[in-house]
């Protein structure tokens, strides 16, 4: 298959998520990237305001953009807590845009935040995925091993002074030892 050049900066690709939006070329800061697009919901009708799906967009209380169209390639940018772009609403012309506000270089994934609601109800519960999120449950999970390893370094260390002395000393009989440190004799 030949490879196929594309004016966009951006492709899809795998992610620790699932799929996710990658910059191939760089992407300097404040530069508009993509326009997420769909088709435009009203709350105020009750079959569009119970459309349930992980790719709405909320523009305002009441209009809604539905990115679960396979044309939308701004649908697969994943959310990060320290994001390298960020959403552009504009709710009166019914559109969003993606924009950098971070140089992003080739191979990076482009991410933004979600926000605080999306957080609480999809993300928190089962815990965020993104790059600053893992390299922080890293941290916590090493600290903690470092001090169970420091508390149990800790009570070997209080176990050996108090058996200490009476362990060393072993009773010989002709040149052997007769008991073993903790009382068991030796046949």
Known sequence: M???????PYRVGRSKTGLGLF????IKKGTRIIRYFGPILDSRIPEQDEIENKYLFELNGRWTIDGSVRKNLARY?????RPNAESD???RERKVFIRAI???EPGDEINYDYGTDYFKAY?????CKCVSCEAKRK???AEARAERAKVKARTERK???????KASKKKKLNGHAVGKPNGGARA
């Open 123 to 127: 993300l928190k519960p089962i815990g």
């Open 102 to 104: 971070k140089n992003i």
């Open 77 to 81: 940018i994943n959310h990060s807590c």
């Open 2 to 8: 030949p490879a196929t050049s594309s004016n966009k």
């Open 23 to 26: 910059a191939t070329k760089p």
């Open 159 to 165: 176990v050996a002074k108090k058996a200490g002395p």
């Open 89 to 91: 609403v504009r709710p």
């Open 139 to 141: 941290k916590l999970r």
